[in-house]
């Protein structure tokens, strides 16, 4: 009787200890696919963030391109505006050495408010605004403001998932062990989330 009894006590513990290590192998399972799902997630943001902060500086080029073109044109009409044209060409070129979303922002920040003077001394010279190169000009900045924009806004959307996920826990763990960090908003001064637009006058005279 009592070697039955030791008998179904071994079997027993035996089936204890393979129930055990299935819990265990299940649970380590699920920690694996949760692991890989995590870190697959991580990575399609930062691929995602690395496209969008790539057709800003697309945008942003466009801009920068147009506008020695722009304050020759002008200059054609209003030279003796000297210190206008001379804040857009050192905002221009802020612009182009500026690194990091939180710089470049900055930077743009202040080569659109120079852009601003730069179209404020245009709507003194109604022949300027008659002049087809100008409104051509004029019209491009408007459309590449309104591309930057929305680039904007989708970047930003991007980067608070990204850094929502490194934040969160137990996401922060995958992000910690894989080196996922936070990144920047490309904001404007003061927290605006938008993309600073020049307001352009009519193009008539």
């Known amino acids: 009787m009592l070697a039955v009894c030791a ?31 995590a870190y697959n997630g991580l990575v399609r943001l930062r691929v995602r963030s690395d496209a969008a902060w790539a057709d ?14 722009l304050v020759e044109t002008v200059k054609g009409y209003a030279a003796h505006e000297r210190t206008t044209f001379e804040r857009v060409t050192v905002a221009r070129a802020q612009a182009l050495t500026a690194s990091g979303p939180a710089a470049r922002a900055q930077a743009e920040d202040s080569l659109t408010q120079a852009l601003r003077g730069l179209f404020a001394v245009a709507e003194n010279y109604p022949q300027l605004r008659a002049v087809q190169s100008f409104t051509q000009l004029q019209s491009q900045i408007s459309e590449i403001e309104d591309q930057i924009q929305l680039a904007r806004r989708y970047y930003n959307a991007v980067v608070r998932d990204l850094n929502i996920r490194c ?4 996401t922060n763990l995958v ?30 005279s």
């Open 56 to 69: 800003i500086d697309v945008q942003l080029k466009r801009r920068h391109d147009l506008i020695p073109n």
């Open 167 to 170: 934040a969160q826990l137990p």
């Open 175 to 204: 992000a910690a062990l894989f080196n996922f960090s936070p990144r920047e908003f490309f904001e404007a001064e003061g927290g605006e989330r938008e993309s600073p637009h020049v307001e352009f006058g009519t193009s008539g």
């Open 7 to 37: 008998d179904e006590s071994g079997r027993l513990c035996g089936a204890n200890r393979n129930n055990m290590f299935w819990a265990l192998g299940i649970l380590l399972t699920a920690i694996l696919i949760y692991f890989i799902f």
